[in-house]
């Protein structure tokens, strides 16, 4: 299986709302990434977690807050968002520094 | 500071070869250069990777410099389906703003 799955595909939220992005491997890999893409615009480095540990944090605003409960799983937690916020959000994984493997995406909408 | 310098777009007539090139000046001794590409609004897919020697698969070739301070992508035989924007990232996890190839009939 080389595949990373993201759920959901999309999703639309309010600025008051609490919603969760999950992202999933089942290839071994122990780095695992966030990114965020507005249109027309490279992939931005959100977050890197490195053996279920936080590695990496590119200064990005705390309505964003990823959590990695095992070493399969990868989940960014929203609360509070903004409508800027509206982008796709890709999830990666490699196995230490090399190759990624990335997900389809999810396409957040914040209204 | 930009690690990577690659031309905004090219295009490509189908079925001639897309020369790509990425400059990495900063490239560490041990880092590898990776390519990926990106068709619109799926998950970058990766292409191919080196480190001092030229690379070739079923996708691409990779050309590297003997300094490894550049790099070329070559598709050999270009495709619409190979329309898409081309990243070059020299070991790092960061993306540069990449060259958007377009495929013209």
Same mark, same amino acid.
């Not at chain 1, 992939?43 to 977690?49: G, I, K, N, R």
């Not at chain 1, 964003?64 to 959000?89: G, K, V």
């Not at chain 2, 270009?78 to 958007?100: I, S, W």
């Given at each position: ?49 490195? +053996?279920?540990?936080? &590695? ?7 309505? #964003?807050? @990823? ?5 399969? $799983? ?14 796709? +959000?890709?999830?990666? &994984? ?7 493997? #990335?997900? @389809? ?5 914040? $209204? | ?105």
């Amino acid at each position: 299986d080389t595949e990373v799955t993201q759920t959901p595909k999309h999703l639309v939220m309010g600025m008051t709302n609490k919603k969760s992005l999950k992202c999933e491997q089942h290839m071994g890999h122990r780095a695992m990434y966030w990114y965020k893409q507005k249109a027309k615009k490279p992939p931005e480095l959100m977050f890197v977690y490195s +053996y279920e540990k936080l &590695s990496i944090n590119e200064s990005v605003p705390s309505r #964003f807050s @990823p959590e990695c409960p095992n070493s399969s $799983l990868l989940n960014l937690h929203l609360h509070a968002l903004q409508p800027e916020d509206s982008a796709l +959000y890709l999830c990666a &994984s490699s196995q230490d520094t090399g190759r990624q493997f #990335f997900g @389809p995406g999810t396409r957040l909408t914040v $209204l | 500071d930009a690690k990577t310098t690659q031309p905004p777009s090219m295009d490509c007539a189908e079925g001639r070869a897309a020369n790509l090139p990425c400059n990495h000046s900063t490239i560490s001794g041990n880092e590898y250069v990776y390519w990926y590409r990106q068709i619109h609004s799926q998950g970058p897919q990766y292409i191919i990777h080196g480190l001092k020697n030229n690379e070739t698969n079923e996708m691409a070739s990779l050309i590297i410099t003997e300094d490894r301070k550049s790099s070329t992508l070559i598709l050999p035989h270009a495709t619409l389906r190979d329309t898409a924007v081309y990243y070059c990232n020299p070991g790092d996890m960061r993306f540069g703003a990449g060259t958007r190839l377009t495929v013209k009939p």
